[in-house]
């Protein structure tokens, strides 16, 4: 299965956001530096991220990338929602009229605890804030 590091890179994309915060828009340069990533990268996050709302751009030559609205009131879960897929897990293709019984009801057999995987996780992100992060961050 492949992982993506999408949500983390997120993560501290807007960690350094936050603790910006007050002292103007941070430049995609600033924030690839932190992540060691390329300015292209980070700006296609930020699309992502702005049209979830998380963050608004200030164009022009001191332009940049700011918070939309306050660390404590962005979740983990926010976050993962706007840079991820919707679903964690993904079922390969299946024939439910397969004549093999695994082919066909695996899905349906699968489905309720990989929907409890991803409830969970959702629940636990919801309780973790930007804010929280950044201030565990000295």
């Known amino acids: 299965m492949l992982s993506s590091s999408r949500f983390v890179v997120a993560i501290h994309a807007l ?17 690839a530096q932190s992540v060691h990533t390329n300015p292209v990268v980070i700006r296609r996050l930020m699309s992502e991220l702005e049209k979830a709302e ?11 990338f700011s918070l939309a609205r306050p660390a404590p ?11 991820e897929d919707d679903a964690v897990f993904r079922m390969h293709k299946l024939d439910p009229d397969a004549v093999c019984p695994v082919a ?10 990989l929907k409890a995987a991803e ?13 929280d992060v950044s201030a565990a961050i000295h």
């Open 15 to 31: 960690s350094v956001l936050a603790r910006h915060s007050g002292k103007g828009p941070v430049c995609s340069n600033m924030i």
């Open 119 to 131: 409830t969970a996780m959702t629940a636990s992100l919801q309780r973790t804030t930007l804010e």
């Open 54 to 64: 998380l963050v608004a751009s200030t164009a022009g030559r001191s332009g940049g």
């Open 73 to 83: 009131q962005i979740t983990l879960a926010d976050v993962y929602k706007a840079v």
């Open 104 to 113: 066909a009801q695996l899905s349906k057999v699968l489905s309720p605890p």
